[in-house]
């Protein structure tokens, strides 16, 4: 029981700590490159029922593309970010197989460029609208990802379907 406490303290004191001192942006992340996770995109055999499953067993509150998670920004924790989990239809063409990850960009125009110069290219047009930016690469085993540079000012704006944390 003792060794349980101590931990709890440690893990409480280890976050009290890290928030004082505020939080570092993550090294692995260059100025146009990944900074998160957008969302998770699954295939299911009836996302209605799903959703509703979730959200009266694990408290998702689903709009009507699944439940945002939201959450702070590191660089700045006066911002907003969301993570979508998104259930789909089993018989959706949006991504060929099980899953698919949408992953946060902060410049997605620089990061295409980027990605041309290693000879990747994206396997369609980049999708404006007014939550963001959007485009698909396929990485070396035929994985379907989603790049977004997202503006969650306007995705907010969207409306319900968020879970606080």
């Known amino acids: 029981m003792k060794r349980i406490l101590m931990l709890l303290v440690l893990v409480a004191c280890s976050f009290i700590i890290g928030y004082a001192l505020g939080v570092k942006k993550a090294e692995h992340t260059s100025a146009n490159g990944v900074t998160g996770i957008g969302g998770i995109f699954f295939k299911c ?7 509703e499953w979730y959200n009266t067993n694990l408290g998702f509150r689903n709009n009507q593309y699944g439940t945002n998670f939201e959450w702070r920004q590191a660089g700045d924790s ?67 990802i989603e790049l977004w540079e997202p503006n969650d000012v306007e995705y907010y704006k ?3 379907g968020t879970t606080v944390y």
């Open 78 to 144: 006066m911002k907003k970010g969301f993570t979508l989990w998104a259930p789909f239809k089993e018989t959706t063409t949006y991504f060929e197989k099980e899953f698919m990850i949408n992953y946060r960009v902060s410049n997605l125009d620089a990061l295409l460029a980027s990605l041309a110069a290693n000879g990747i290219l994206p396997i369609d047009t980049v999708e404006r609208a007014s939550y963001g930016a959007f485009v698909h690469i396929k990485d070396p085993e035929g994985n379907r």
């Open 158 to 160: 969207m409306g319900p």
């Open 45 to 51: 055999k009836d996302p209605k029922k799903l959703k």
